[in-house]
């Protein structure tokens, strides 16, 4: 289990944040015989990493702003990932329609893509094509025609269970020595002189605090770089993140078979509307945020915006926000830029930030996204085995898979999987979808106990199996971190609330919670889930919202 307390401890490198790019920091560290250790102050992935809306791109919107450097890399990165998590990371194709009066005229957006095929020769899945109107007519019937000028058709990957990423980078990280630490947060960083020597951290459940002491200190925090550093060192503002918003909504009237990238009428923004395992996101905003990171939630605002852009372009969707399932919210780590007036020309690569000189021995992480985390990474510990003085160790990431993708044969290990599995088809699948080969040790976990192959969640067909695999194997702690970061049946229709008692159940039959551990950990489910302002729960009111432009 991830959380155990934390003892006073000398290592190599100290992460604070265990979000995809700490994890992936950890990983590639602990690769490289560096002795890790990760504190988060909450679950693995917790943070934005799993407000995102969950593409593996290959960078085409970068290339408006001429970044080739981003471009080539995430189209490098969304390759790799095609191999070292197959089953995770998947071919996602996009249309993009051109409509009179667009602020990007289509042959802009057609050179746009030339431009890019060439850049993804050899690593893409296939050349994107231009899409005649009577074609979208035929295959997207439910896209409004009106001024309608073509389309383009382009391949891009989604990734669509960004939490297992994460929880998959723990296990790796896990595998090759580093310690990750979830429910402890960092309450300083320890000085010698003004040199940073690791890190001061608190056990959130015992309040028992412990020095992490490290030759290196890596703040990964995401867009809380700066609260980490706050009070402890000198340090200009870093994280200028914006909050970007999602819907999640059932299939409507309309409902195209593929994402749709479009450009919002209201802000001439580039918005997605996309399939996502059986249901619709709507996304996302990208708002100036100057408020509480730890109360990040949609706006009424935000929810009419996207339901408006949405019904524009498909006629016959006539959504409301009755229909919003539930929303997602995050902040984008960003680098701090002054006197932005468009949030899309913040940069959006990322920056290995050494303190030294006037703080030797710690390192910030500004920016990163899901898509190029191994790459930041790579180029993290890389500072990091400079500042320890220890030269050059190849990185060791990018061919090799990811725990769910440990098999010399992916689609052979699925067919096989498919075929002799006791479930059905696609509760199978599911499976494979989450867990990858290890939805084998599901299945092993309920041979060995029957009353563990019982569905706890009818919509998925979820397994009681899978709650004992991830408090066990997973580094789950809570229930929630059971049902929305490892399961994932939180990310229902109702948000798992469904689920949410016999998954509890299992926890007290089999991992020794007691009744009121079981009621308590319900209860603070249904707050963590208050974020998402679920149908499920009664909605509250439009909450403050930080937000300083409206979409
Ligand atoms: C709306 C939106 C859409 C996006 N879409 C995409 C996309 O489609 N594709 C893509 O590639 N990227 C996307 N991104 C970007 C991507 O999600 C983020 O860049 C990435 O998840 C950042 O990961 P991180 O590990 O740096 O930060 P986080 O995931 O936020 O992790 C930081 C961690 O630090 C921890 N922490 C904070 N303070 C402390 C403390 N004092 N002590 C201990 N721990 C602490 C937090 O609990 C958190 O877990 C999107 C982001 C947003 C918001």
């Not at 080539?72 to 996009?94: D, G, K, Q």
């Not at 400079?386 to 160790?393: I, K």
Request: include cysteine; glycine fraction near 10%; proline fraction near 6%.
């Amino acid at each position: 289990m991830s959380h155990h307390p934390p003892g006073s401890e000398d290592v190599d490198l100290a992460v604070i944040g265990a979000g995809i790019n700490g994890l992936a920091i950890a990983r590639d560290a602990a690769a490289r015989g560096l002795r890790v250790v990760v504190a988060d102050r909450a679950d693995l992935g917790s943070g934005t990493s799993s407000t995102s809306s969950r593409l593996i791109h290959g960078g085409l919107k970068y290339l408006e702003r001429y970044d080739f450097r981003l471009v080539r890399e995430s189209i490098r990165e969304r390759h790799l990932l095609f191999r070292t998590a197959p089953h995770l990371v998947h071919h996602y194709p996009m249309l993009i329609p051109f409509y009179a009066g667009d602020s990007r005229p289509g042959a802009l957006i057609r050179l746009g893509l030339a431009a890019f095929d060439v850049m993804a020769a050899g690593r893409g899945q296939g050349r994107s094509r231009g899409v005649a109107v009577r074609e979208v007519a035929r295959r997207w019937p439910g896209l409004s025609t009106q001024g309608l000028r073509g389309a383009a058709l382009y391949h891009d990957a989604q990734v669509p269970w960004a939490e297992r990423l994460c929880v998959e980078l723990f296990l790796d990280a896990r595998r090759l020595g580093a310690r990750v630490l979830t429910y402890t947060t960092v309450t300083g960083l320890l000085l010698d002189g003004d040199r940073v020597a690791g890190m001061r951290v608190e056990d959130n459940r015992s309040g028992a605090a412990a020095e992490i002491r490290a030759a290196v200190t890596v703040n990964a925090a995401g867009p809380w770089i700066d609260t980490v550093l706050d009070g402890q060192v000198a340090s200009r503002r870093l994280n200028g993140g914006t909050k970007g918003s999602h819907v999640v909504v059932d299939p409507f009237p309309g409902a195209p078979p593929t994402c749709i990238f479009f450009e919002a009428a209201a802000d001439r923004r580039p918005i997605f509307v996309f399939p996502w395992e059986g249901r619709y996101v709507l996304g996302s905003t990208d708002l100036t945020y100057e408020g509480d990171l730890d109360e990040v939630v949609a706006s009424d605002a935000e929810i009419d915006y996207l339901l408006a852009e949405t019904n524009r372009i498909f006629p016959s969707a006539g959504l409301t926000p009755d229909d919003v399932l539930y929303s997602v919210a995050g902040i984008r780590p960003l680098p701090y830029t002054a006197g932005v007036s468009d949030n899309a020309k913040i940069s959006r690569g990322h920056t290995v930030h050494s303190h030294a000189p006037a703080h030797p021995g710690l390192i910030t992480v500004i920016g990163g996204k899901l898509t190029t985390h191994r790459a930041l990474a790579e180029d993290v510990t890389d500072e990091v085995l400079r500042t320890l003085g220890r030269g050059r160790r190849r990185c060791l990431t990018r061919r090799r898979a990811f725990p769910g993708a440990d098999t010399a044969d992916w689609p052979a290990f699925a067919r096989d999987f498919v075929r002799s599995s006791p479930l059905t088809p696609a509760r199978s699948r599911r499976l494979l979808d989450v867990y990858g080969v290890r939805a084998r040790r599901v299945l092993d976990l309920a041979a060995e106990d029957p009353s563990l192959a019982e569905v706890v969640d009818e919509e998925s067909g979820a397994l009681a199996a899978e709650v004992v695999l991830a408090v066990r194997e997973e580094g789950a702690v809570t229930l929630a971190d059971v049902l929305l970061r490892r399961m994932l049946v939180g990310l229902g229709a109702d948000m798992g609330l469904s689920a949410a008692e016999a998954c509890a159940g299992v926890a007290v039959r089999h991992l020794g919670w007691d009744d009121a551990r079981a009621r308590d950990e319900l209860a603070a489910y249904e707050a963590e889930l208050r974020r998402y302002r679920p149908r499920a729960l009664a909605t509250p009111a439009s909450p403050p919202s930080g937000d300083r432009r409206t979409p």
